[in-house]
């Protein structure tokens, strides 16, 4: 019965959609707004991510593109958004009839710019969302992702960033010759731009799919993961070292553990339990000295600005076993800080760490060297220029 409810539910959906594709092809012969669309989207709500800054670079260098953003509108990342360019509320109406026009279809999430991606990922399974598909990516892939294998997802144009992640990609993930292109992330070229970082440490791990898919308030407040954060943001140790070295740390989990952020809490001043309205992830990843992380993407945008971290991995095996397979990346080999398991371990790097002001070991800043051989602020450009080659105009 769920099945059948499930079906049903998708071919509605594809009504809506085609139905939406006549509306707009009408609205298209009267108005400028609906001929030649680029909609661009990170997940259809926010705007902080390489979907924005493409926005924000493409409405300021090519103004004659139709480009449309798709934002939440009761979010507060839309005044933002909105005074760059158009923007369309996701769900509405016009939503679904430029997207359904729209000539190229661009997000940093598979099917991002959608009104619904799950729906939407199951009938791009069938060829039936029309226009050139663009994943701009939300990370730099390192690990073995294999729902993002072709043809799981079919997108036209997939950008990677550095030259290991393109080589692992075309190799392990089945795409057609041409589809995998190296042009960089596009929130890459604001960090050029950064300014003498605060005496603040980013406490920013990632999730796991056994700690938080599916899970209660009391699994997840069970598991190991929520017990390590929260016996770390309130080890008074922890709280002394900041003290000593007059330094504040921001706790911010990952995006899918912010439901559960109200089970933190520590009554430590030098530490503050970051939400996900609260902050922009880049300005935090900017603004802080020193990175603590476990397996997040996030240490590639810190080490591209050249400063130091700590990988915080108490559970390895767990990690490869039951969230993400491990791929070409190996964290004791190519990582850009020391990986640590324990607690008082981390509290010692840390320690080093700061009497070292800020500054990576000679080690890991030739690797972050040798990892990202191009350093710029062309990264938007790029992505334009493989989107131009995709639609066939010169």
Not at 71 to 90: E, M, S, Y
Not at 137 to 143: A, C, D, L
Request: charged content about 30%; overall charge neutral.
């Amino acid at each position: 019965m769920r099945k059948f409810i499930r079906a049903l539910d998708l071919l509605r959906e594809l009504v809506l959609y085609q139905i939406a594709r006549l509306c707009g092809a009408v609205m298209a012969c009267f108005f400028q707004d609906y001929r030649n669309v680029w909609m661009i989207a990170e997940r259809g709500r926010e705007a902080k991510d390489n979907g924005y800054h493409f926005f924000a670079w493409l409405t300021k260098m090519h103004p004659e593109i139709n480009a449309w953003y798709v934002v939440d509108k009761r979010l507060p990342d839309a005044k933002r958004v909105q005074a760059l360019g158009n923007t369309v509320h996701c769900g509405s109406w016009k939503h679904y009839m430029l997207f359904a026009v729209s000539k190229m279809k661009i997000s940093t999430h598979i099917m991002g710019f959608t009104p619904d991606i799950e729906k939407y990922y199951m009938l791009d399974k069938i060829n039936a969302v029309r226009g050139k598909k663009v994943f701009l990516q939300h990370g730099i892939i390192k690990e073995e992702l294999e729902w993002l294998h072709y043809p799981n997802v079919k997108p036209d144009l997939f950008i990677c960033s550095i030259p290991a992640e393109t080589e692992f990609v075309k190799a392990q993930f089945g795409y057609p010759e041409g589809v995998i292109k190296c042009a960089g992330l596009c929130r890459f070229d604001a960090l050029s731009a950064a300014k003498k970082p605060k005496r603040q440490i980013l406490l920013m791990p990632t999730w796991r799919k056994y700690a938080v898919e599916g899970k209660s308030r009391e699994e997840f407040t069970a598991s190991e993961y929520y017990r390590r954060y929260q016996e770390l943001i309130t080890d008074p140790e922890l709280g002394a070292i900041l003290r000593e070295k007059d330094y504040r740390m921001v706790f911010y989990p990952h995006y899918e553990v912010q439901k559960f952020l109200s089970e933190f809490h520590t009554e430590d001043e030098r530490i503050e339990i970051g939400a996900l309205e609260q902050y922009d992830v880049q300005q935090l990843l900017m603004e802080s000295s020193i990175l603590i992380t476990d397996f997040s993407s996030v240490y590639f945008d810190f080490a591209y600005m050249e400063k130091p971290m700590i990988y915080y991995q108490f559970d390895e095996k767990e990690y490869h076993a039951g969230h993400y397979k491990k791929g070409y990346f190996d964290f004791e080999r190519d990582g850009f800080g020391p990986v640590v398991a324990d607690a008082d371990t981390l509290k010692q790097k840390l320690i080093k760490m700061l009497e070292q002001d800020g500054k990576p070991e000679e080690q890991y800043l030739d690797r972050i060297r040798r990892f990202f051989p191009v350093r710029d602020n062309h990264n938007c450009e790029r992505n334009y220029q493989e989107i131009i080659k995709l639609s066939g105009k010169k």
